[in-house]
């Protein structure tokens, strides 16, 4: 077992009220799953059954006898922000340590898969071609990922997000 196996068992199910976290988390590595349902008592069935932490800001899925007992893992998220937000999660769970950025599609949650420039060839534009080496691949979905621009901005951020960690999510 690779050493950090432990990375792959923090899944995450995000409610609809803090659905920004989960292109967050998938950017930062971790499975999560978007719950957009309207009955909290299957977004509770499926965490269940998947073994995935809530993250969630309805107070009421708080109150379910699931979570009160430990059987199943929810975060209640304090803030709006979705950077506190993140900080927040980062704190109580403890993800510094455990990133592996880039490595799920954004999209679908599927692992990327590493391809060739001449893979990719057709698939992306010639600029992109010419003055990038490396690309992913969703497997499901078929969107291509390189590090240009975009994958910057987002590292710097995600960079900013885990020194900020830290500090208190209000």
């Given at each position: 077992?690779?050493?950090?196996?432990?990375?792959?068992e923090?899944?995450?199910?995000?409610?609809?009220?803090?659905?920004k976290?989960?292109?967050?988390?998938?950017?930062?590595?971790?499975?999560?799953?978007?719950?957009?349902?309207?009955?909290?008592?299957d977004?509770?069935?499926?965490?269940?059954?998947?073994?995935?932490?809530?993250?969630?800001?309805?107070?009421e899925?708080?109150?379910?006898?699931?979570i009160?007992?430990?059987?199943?893992?929810?975060?209640?998220?304090?803030?709006?922000?979705?950077e506190r937000?993140?900080?927040?999660?980062?704190?109580?769970?403890d993800?510094?340590?455990?990133?592996?950025?880039?490595?799920?599609?954004?999209?679908?949650?599927?692992?990327?898969?590493?391809?060739?420039?001449?893979?990719?060839?057709?698939?992306?534009?010639?600029?992109?071609?010419?003055?990038?080496?490396?690309?992913?691949?969703?497997?499901?979905?078929?969107?291509?990922?390189?590090?240009?621009?975009?994958w910057?901005?987002?590292?710097?951020?995600?960079?900013?997000?885990?020194?900020?960690?830290?500090?208190?999510?209000?």
């Amino acid at each position: 077992m690779r050493g950090d196996s432990a990375i792959n068992e923090i899944r995450f199910i995000v409610d609809h009220n803090v659905g920004k976290l989960t292109r967050w988390l998938r950017m930062m590595g971790y499975d999560s799953l978007f719950f957009n349902g309207d009955n909290d008592s299957d977004m509770v069935r499926q965490a269940l059954a998947e073994g995935r932490v809530i993250l969630t800001r309805d107070t009421e899925i708080m109150k379910r006898r699931t979570i009160n007992r430990g059987q199943l893992k929810a975060i209640m998220i304090e803030s709006d922000e979705p950077e506190r937000q993140m900080r927040q999660i980062m704190n109580t769970l403890d993800l510094q340590s455990h990133l592996r950025p880039f490595t799920l599609c954004l999209e679908c949650n599927k692992p990327l898969i590493e391809k060739s420039r001449e893979e990719v060839k057709d698939r992306v534009p010639s600029y992109v071609y010419k003055t990038q080496s490396q690309y992913m691949e969703c497997p499901d979905c078929g969107r291509i990922y390189w590090r240009g621009t975009h994958w910057k901005a987002m590292t710097r951020k995600l960079e900013q997000i885990v020194e900020n960690s830290d500090s208190s999510p209000d």
